[in-house]
């Protein structure tokens, strides 16, 4: 399994991971205002028992954006492997439907550490879910 | 959509939204220690570009069991609709395989608000994750 | 006591609680960019055994800035009083000496529950903590 | 300044910050259930505009009795330096007198990084605040 990720032509990656298949999100290396970023069109895979976006889902996309920014901040030629040290989110809307799209910027950090934020919006720009995460270089695949 | 999930005669909770048909988690509302529990076998479908279990569904199994601890302590009868409203997340080992079952408890809280705290084990009981959230009861399914 | 603090003329408040006293932080109720505002000039009382602002210090400048912004936007004439439900920090860089800003802006929520976050930056506007913060509208001093 | 604090002949540790003078909290490094320990006789200079005690000097004592489980994790005898890398912290219930005491515990960690969990608890043993910080060993006093 690379570690490097098959990047398109188009700075989007697609089919990179098992969950990436799973739930069906595309990953953005290039979004128009810097960053990283991670969109999703919504569908019942995605919601919870009230109808509505799992929170966890919004997790995930925000945890790719923050993590591939941090990447993209520690070698944006190689795509830096990295662990999540610690995510914090915030639930701020609940959404149903439609395309959501997170993007993570990075606001901090050292060799090693790197602090990043994200946000996570619908296609009418509304903030569903703010994200803030510790993310830790890795060299290689740690042992399980 | 029912608000109160199907629960089956042991306690145990499935095919109850599309994310977890998707995901493939299980709910117990009955674990040996109180609060609620959701415990998954890991698959590839779990893992993330490094072949290691996704924290984005570690966050979704924390989120779950800590969301059902805190709709049991509001009322055990009707499983009350939560909202949650922050989830911090600490990934303390990663995982690779087997079972995987997070447990929440319910720490604090008044009429409306409930604190709840959660740990993710693998079978051997090692600690892989743990979760602080804050959950909001609702009466009925938030507008989207 | 008062709920609402004694505001003066310029819209900054000090004296306004035992903890401010101690601390000796002014806060700002109309910063240049929104929000609401805390600012403290650095001695030998807010360090930590390393001679560094201590990350407490740091969570009671975020804290109070979140607060006062959540306050400011559930009623900006009353200070409506408000509770924090949590607090996120990240501590991304150390400062000893100088003035330290914290600015806390309101991102969402509803009735109740306001969601804000916020950056504590060095007089070189450089980014020293930032926190996310979950805040509780009340409408008199709660029962200790 | 020493990076070691003056450890009192039972364990306890006053004096060693001006931090720890301006708030006048004591630590424990021995405390009955393991860990390390923080504890403080509120008064007025504790509270905040609602006359309970600020949520801020909660993060302080949370953030030492974490921070100090950390140091004594990584080396009992010298105790490590540390940093607070991230901090979440949970306000359950309030307080406005009396003494309050601030439990850390470490939940895991490697070589540089240790994860932590506390809770602040008042005479009766009722939670008013939970925590969970991220803390990173440090070789010496870092540059400001």
Same mark, same amino acid.
Not at 8 to 21: A, F, P, V, W
Not at 22 to 47: F, Q, S
């Given at each position: 399994?690379?570690?490097?990720?098959?990047?398109?032509?188009?700075?989007?990656?697609?089919?990179?991971s &098992?969950?990436?298949?799973?739930?069906?999100?595309? =990953?953005? +290396?290039?979004? /128009?205002? !810097?960053? $990283?970023?991670?969109?999703l069109?919504?569908?019942?895979?995605?919601?919870?028992?009230? &109808?509505?976006?799992?929170?966890?889902?919004?997790? =995930?996309? +925000?945890?790719? /954006?923050? !993590?591939? $920014?941090?990447?993209?901040?520690?070698?944006?030629?190689?795509?830096a492997?990295?662990?999540?040290?610690?995510?914090?989110?915030?639930?701020?809307?609940?959404?149903?439907?439609?395309?959501?799209? $997170?993007?993570?910027?990075?606001?901090?950090?050292?060799?090693?550490?790197?602090?990043?934020?994200?946000?996570?919006?619908?296609?009418?720009?509304?903030?569903?879910?703010?994200?803030?995460?510790?993310?830790?270089?890795?060299?290689?695949?740690?042992?399980?």
């Amino acid at each position: 399994m690379p570690l490097a990720p098959p990047e398109s032509e188009n700075g989007t990656i697609q089919d990179n991971s &098992g969950c990436q298949n799973t739930i069906g999100y595309v =990953i953005d +290396l290039n979004p /128009a205002d !810097g960053g $990283a970023g991670c969109w999703l069109d919504l569908g019942a895979p995605h919601m919870n028992r009230n &109808g509505l976006m799992h929170g966890g889902i919004m997790a =995930i996309l +925000l945890d790719v /954006a923050c !993590g591939y $920014a941090a990447s993209l901040s520690f070698d944006v030629k190689t795509l830096a492997p990295v662990l999540t040290v610690s995510l914090n989110m915030h639930y701020v809307a609940s959404v149903a439907d439609g395309r959501v799209l $997170a993007i993570g910027q990075v606001t901090g950090g050292g060799r090693k550490i790197c602090y990043a934020t994200g946000e996570l919006r619908d296609t009418k720009g509304r903030l569903i879910a703010s994200a803030a995460g510790v993310f830790k270089r890795i060299n290689q695949r740690p042992a399980s």
